[in-house]
């Protein structure tokens, strides 16, 4: 069942838009409504009780008198008094970090989501290689920003070095590192993932690991069983992850995808390298893995200029017209929109 988040503030042309963009960006289990007027609120709150109140900066005593729990106050000042700082969330920012920032107080005031997402398990799409220097960050980047114009996407990197903030050009006050934490600490849940996502272009995304010793706190098999909860539970159409080095244990990660792409070379070490990997395979795998796999032969990037338009680059470019031939084929658990 969808609970209200109601969205109060003076600004009528304020209010409707960021109720539009959790409405429609959002995989949360709220319906957003607009409020300008308080009368009309208090109105409203008779008969339907809200979960979250967003509101304007108003007298707080009118606030409490709502009577819901959780009140969050958009404030006009980036910086808050410490007293307000728990409540208080900066208005003038994104709407991405609007909810991120209401999801963590949220979070705070319950420990464990009251509330459940009621979706299909994500499609987890796999890329690993054994080869090195084989473009396969640049697909897997490039998958992602594909499938984001049909299906909604979370893209996830599991590499010790991703250079990813450099290509995003952004900060991260949380990552994937914190998200490991949560599972390891029994903590994990949809809900707090949430204040852990990020939006960059036509997907979403865990920040890579800020440390490349935090992925060595957790096992393959502890790493593929998250990856099934956060596909399940996460709201997502499409999951897409750079594997890193997998390590002992690689099966059972590898297993949590449902499609593996696994870009490979022709010089003779690259060759080498792959032919170790598939005895592995042959001694660990039951045959469930290999059958999830598909060798590609990825075009040469070719990209101008610094990296701003890296993203854009990729997507159209040689790589994406590469993935977009790829999925036309109708692969497994690719193209087709099963929702």
């Known amino acids: 069942m969808r609970k209200i988040m109601a969205v109060y503030d003076e600004d009528p042309v304020y209010a409707q838009r960021l109720a539009d963009y959790v409405n429609q960006k959002e995989k949360l289990p709220f319906t957003a409504m607009a409020f300008s007027s308080m009368e009309r609120l208090q109105e409203y709150l008779k008969e339907h009780p809200a979960e979250i109140i967003l509101a304007g900066e108003r007298p707080a005593a009118e606030l409490e008198a709502l009577g819901i729990k959780n009140v969050m106050i958009l404030s006009e000042a980036e910086v808050v008094r410490e007293k307000e700082a728990g409540s208080s969330i900066y208005k003038y920012q994104s709407g991405s970090g609007i909810m991120r920032e209401v999801m963590a107080a949220y979070c705070c005031s319950q420990p464990e989501p009251a509330l459940s997402l009621l979706v299909k398990k994500a499609v987890v799409m796999g890329v690993y290689s054994p080869v090195s220097r084989c473009g396969k960050s640049a697909f897997a980047l490039t998958l992602a920003q594909v499938l984001g114009r049909n299906f909604s996407v979370l893209y996830m990197n599991m590499e010790e070095y991703s250079g990813f903030s450099r290509l995003v050009d952004d900060a991260f006050e949380r990552d994937l590192s914190d998200v490991l934490c949560l599972y390891r600490q029994g903590e994990f849940n949809w809900m707090k993932l949430k204040t852990m996502v990020y939006p960059w272009n036509e ?86 893995v290999r059958e999830k796999m598909q060798k590609i032969r990825l075009p040469r990037v070719r990209l101008a200029g610094r990296h701003e338009n890296y993203g854009d680059q990729l997507l159209w470019g040689e790589m994406g017209d590469f993935v977009r031939r790829l999925l036309g084929g109708g692969q497994p658990g690719e193209w087709r929109n099963d929702g």
């Open 203 to 288: 997907i979403a995304y865990i920040a890579p690991a800020r440390y490349g010793e935090d992925l060595e706190l957790i096992s393959p098999e502890e790493m593929g069983d998250l990856t099934g909860r956060i596909a399940r539970e996460s709201g997502y159409e499409r999951v897409v992850i750079d594997l890193g080095r997998c390590g002992r244990g690689a099966i059972s990660l590898l297993d949590a995808c449902d499609v593996i792409y696994m870009p490979v070379r022709e010089d003779w070490v690259s060759q080498a390298k792959l032919e170790e990997f598939e005895e592995y395979l042959a001694l660990a795998d039951d045959g469930r």
